[in-house]
């Protein structure tokens, strides 16, 4: 946002403007025959006074809230120092709080900076907004002032007479009053602002959740069975995305489609490793497809695992020659030209399924150039002698808690998952490649939909205490059972169905002492189920926005802390 350093410059030029008016009025004071202006001069302060004292209160209001350092408020407010003004956050803070008034905050300040001038200008005040007798030093050059009377004040007096002084100092004033009313304004508009941008978000998610399930249907159509024979598998990448206020509705998966390797002769397979990013879109009869290149099918792995930010405005590089996508009749046979595979971006057709149509995209993929080998659960990442560092975390910590909001009962993810149920895949050459996945195969003519494992009756919300065991897992880097200590054994001294859940909520009410604020307490709600709300269901609107705000939210500030927002 650009132009909020005007607000500096017009708190700037205020106590000049002022200091010039009071010299003027002595100046007027000491000339002879003058004495009737003295009192213009005093009115001209008093109401410049007034009306620049609202703005500076509207400063105060404006920026107040946003909770900024001592140091930094002195600097605007105090100091009135325009670069500080220009500060970028600071900037993004402001445009938080005005949301889409911001441009016209910023215009009704260059106006009112550019009706300040033109008074100076009237007053004859020198660049420095000083009047021409006035030294740099504050003295008075007594012979300056005598002469400034003498000739130029016959000049600009017809003004005061004219009260066209007067008219200026009341678009001033109204230009303050303006811009007061849209700062408290803006200010009282602000929680409704908030609320609507995560109602808009928990729609997001929920579409995100039912694009997901769809993408499940449609690829569980094609490959189960498949004219191969041989049992796919689907492994879907794990994404945070970014925040979205819901307008956009064209959300990408990326999928890595390989086989049950167990289950077939490797030899017999008709291709292996595939990289695939679907975007669902609603069916339109105009719809074009044209191929493009994603940010992430650039991606290079480097750190394992890594964090996908996903933007539903990926789309940037279109190339030219838009046509038609070809419908896929079949998705095996068209997956079996590598060639494409080399065409990063390259559309190989549309998944038609009624109302919606996926368009299928080859990509790169973290795997193409060091070709998997391999998929290592999550589970096996902890239990591994390797420590977990503070990056891999905080990230896959991140990366769960979103994707648990895109997947809760989806046939992705088994309501009660664990560290078993997430795949962090290894290169040939042992290297962890980047990004965590969901893994499913197409063997069975029914593939159950989300495998309930035993129920949990002390546990509200299946999914939530699984996210907070596995966080536990992460930050121990053990699994949860391998913690277990006397004091979580039942009366008898012997495991019972309440002995996990015992483990888990006396390991998150200790989490504090070894983990950051952030972490510990999305753990603590997520094992405890700990929202201040009616419902612990993420079909529940308000519930689910609670979870953003209580879970995933702290989890991306640790995350921002550590990699510096950068993937
Ligand atoms: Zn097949």
């Given at each position: 946002?650009?132009?909020?350093?005007?607000?500096?410059?017009?708190?700037?030029?205020?106590?000049?403007?002022?200091?010039?008016?009071?010299?003027?009025?002595?100046?007027?004071?000491?000339?002879?025959?003058?004495?009737?202006?003295?009192?213009?001069?005093?009115?001209?302060?008093?109401?410049?006074?007034?009306?620049?004292?609202?703005?500076?209160?509207?400063?105060?209001?404006?920026?107040?809230?946003?909770?900024?350092?001592?140091?930094?408020?002195?600097?605007?407010?105090?100091?009135?120092?325009?670069?500080?003004?220009?500060?970028?956050?600071?900037?993004?803070?402001?445009?938080?709080?005005?949301?889409?008034?911001?441009?016209?905050?910023?215009?009704?300040?260059?106006?009112?900076?550019?009706?300040?001038?033109?008074?100076?200008?009237?007053?004859?005040?020198?660049?420095?907004?000083?009047?021409?007798?006035?030294?740099?030093?504050?003295?008075?050059?007594?012979?300056?002032?005598?002469?400034?009377?003498?000739?130029?004040?016959?000049?600009?007096?017809?003004?005061?007479?004219?009260?066209?002084?007067?008219?200026?100092?009341?678009?001033?004033?109204?230009?303050?009053?303006?811009?007061?009313?849209?700062?408290?304004?803006?200010?009282?508009?602000?929680?409704?602002?908030?609320?609507?941008?995560?109602?808009?978000?928990?729609?997001?998610?929920?579409?995100?959740?039912?694009?997901?399930?769809?993408?499940?249907?449609?690829?569980?159509?094609?490959?189960?069975?498949?004219?191969?024979?041989?049992?796919?598998?689907?492994?879907?990448?794990?994404?945070?995305?970014?925040?979205?206020?819901?307008?956009?509705?064209?959300?990408?998966?990326?999928?890595?489609?390989?086989?049950?390797?167990?289950?077939?002769?490797?030899?017999?397979?008709?291709?292996?490793?595939?990289?695939?990013?679907?975007?669902?879109?609603?069916?339109?009869?105009?719809?074009?497809?044209?191929?493009?290149?994603?940010?992430?099918?650039?991606?290079?792995?480097?750190?394992?695992?890594?964090?996908?930010?996903?933007?539903?405005?990926?789309?940037?590089?279109?190339?030219?020659?838009?046509?038609?996508?070809?419908?896929?009749?079949?998705?095996?046979?068209?997956?079996?030209?590598?060639?494409?595979?080399?065409?990063?971006?390259?559309?190989?057709?549309?998944?038609?399924?009624?109302?919606?149509?996926?368009?299928?995209?080859?990509?790169?993929?973290?795997?193409?150039?060091?070709?998997?080998?391999?998929?290592?659960?999550?589970?096996?990442?902890?239990?591994?002698?390797?420590?977990?560092?503070?990056?891999?975390?905080?990230?896959?910590?991140?990366?769960?808690?979103?994707?648990?909001?895109?997947?809760?009962?989806?046939?992705?993810?088994?309501?009660?998952?664990?560290?078993?149920?997430?795949?962090?895949?290894?290169?040939?050459?042992?290297?962890?490649?980047?990004?965590?996945?969901?893994?499913?195969?197409?063997?069975?003519?029914?593939?159950?939909?989300a495998v309930v494992k035993g129920r949990r009756s002390c546990v509200k919300n299946e999914h939530l205490f699984a996210l907070g065991v596995a966080l536990l897992e992460i930050a121990h880097g053990?699994?949860?059972?391998?913690?277990?200590?006397?004091?979580?054994?039942?009366?008898?001294?012997?495991?019972?169905?309440?002995?996990?859940?015992?483990?888990?909520?006396?390991?998150?009410?200790?989490?504090?002492?070894?983990?950051?604020?952030?972490?510990?307490?999305?753990?603590?709600?997520?094992?405890?189920?700990?929202?201040?709300?009616?419902?612990?269901?993420?079909?529940?609107?308000?519930?689910?926005?609670?979870?953003?705000?209580?879970?995933?939210?702290?989890?991306?500030?640790?995350?921002?802390?550590?990699?510096?927002?950068?993937?």
């Open positions: 946002m650009a132009g909020l350093e005007v607000a500096g410059v017009v708190l700037g030029s205020i106590p000049l403007v002022i200091s010039a008016l009071e010299h003027y009025g002595e100046g007027v004071a000491v000339m002879k025959n003058m004495r009737d202006f003295e009192y213009v001069f005093d009115d001209i302060q008093t109401q410049f006074a007034a009306s620049v004292g609202i703005y500076v209160n509207s400063c105060y209001q404006l920026l107040g809230p946003l909770n900024l350092p001592d140091e930094q408020m002195n600097e605007l407010l105090d100091e009135r120092n325009i670069r500080a003004w220009s500060e970028p956050k600071l900037q993004s803070g402001v445009q938080a709080r005005l949301g889409p008034n911001t441009k016209v905050y910023i215009s009704l300040m260059a106006k009112l900076n550019k009706r300040i001038r033109l008074f100076c200008k009237k007053l004859k005040l020198d660049d420095d907004l000083k009047p021409p007798w006035l030294g740099s030093d504050g003295s008075i050059d007594e012979k300056a002032r005598r002469k400034f009377f003498k000739s130029t004040w016959t000049k600009i007096k017809g003004g005061f007479d004219a009260a066209k002084y007067a008219t200026l100092l009341e678009g001033i004033d109204r230009d303050i009053d303006k811009i007061s009313k849209l700062t408290s304004g803006g200010l009282q508009l602000e929680p409704l602002r908030a609320e609507r941008k995560n109602r808009m978000q928990s729609i997001y998610w929920q579409n995100v959740r039912h694009q997901a399930e769809r993408l499940f249907d449609s690829l569980s159509a094609r490959f189960n069975p498949c004219a191969c024979n041989q049992p796919h598998q689907a492994n879907l990448r794990l994404d945070v995305r970014k925040e979205n206020d819901g307008q956009d509705e064209h959300t990408r998966f990326a999928f890595l489609l390989t086989f049950e390797k167990s289950a077939c002769i490797p030899q017999s397979l008709p291709w292996d490793w595939r990289h695939i990013e679907i975007e669902s879109s609603q069916s339109l009869v105009t719809q074009q497809v044209i191929p493009i290149t994603t940010e992430s099918s650039r991606k290079t792995a480097h750190f394992a695992p890594s964090i996908i930010v996903s933007s539903s405005t990926q789309a940037t590089s279109r190339s030219a020659s838009p046509s038609l996508a070809a419908k896929i009749d079949n998705l095996c046979g068209a997956l079996m030209d590598g060639s494409q595979f080399f065409q990063i971006g390259c559309c190989l057709g549309v998944l038609d399924d009624q109302q919606w149509q996926h368009h299928v995209y080859a990509v790169a993929g973290p795997g193409s150039n060091d070709q998997v080998s391999e998929p290592a659960s999550l589970n096996e990442m902890i239990c591994g002698a390797r420590s977990i560092t503070t990056r891999q975390k905080c990230t896959l910590a991140l990366t769960l808690a979103s994707s648990v909001l895109q997947l809760h009962d989806t046939p992705w993810l088994p309501r009660s998952w664990d560290t078993k149920d997430i795949f962090i895949l290894k290169g040939k050459s042992g290297s962890i490649l980047p990004s965590a996945y969901v893994s499913r195969t197409f063997d069975s003519p029914t593939v159950s939909p053990a699994p949860l059972m391998s913690l277990l200590t006397p004091e979580d054994l039942n009366d008898d001294g012997q495991q019972d169905s309440m002995t996990e859940f015992r483990v888990a909520t006396r390991l998150a009410d200790e989490i504090h002492e070894a983990e950051s604020e952030n972490y510990a307490r999305a753990v603590l709600r997520c094992i405890r189920c700990n929202f201040d709300s009616f419902q612990a269901d993420f079909g529940d609107q308000e519930f689910r926005e609670k979870y953003f705000e209580g879970v995933i939210m702290p989890l991306q500030t640790d995350w921002e802390f550590v990699t510096g927002g950068k993937t």
